[in-house]
């Protein structure tokens, strides 16, 4: 269960737009980035991108790509 209501919210968002995007996208020129999150998370999240098909850098390039187009706004 999750201890903060904001929070929550926003990564039941997440999820629903993941779920949108849920198949292989192409690679182009990359960059690197590197995040310390706690190791559970890190779990459920590749399983999660697994059910997807999705790798967590793909999932993690379609997050940014959505808050940078919603910042746009």
Known sequence: MCSCPFLCTIVHEVVKMLEKHAKPRKRGD???ITARVPKEILERFREYCRQLNLTPSEAVAI???KELEE???
């Open 71 to 73: 910042a746009k706004k």
């Open 30 to 32: 990359t960059a690197t």
């Open 63 to 65: 997050l940014i790509e």
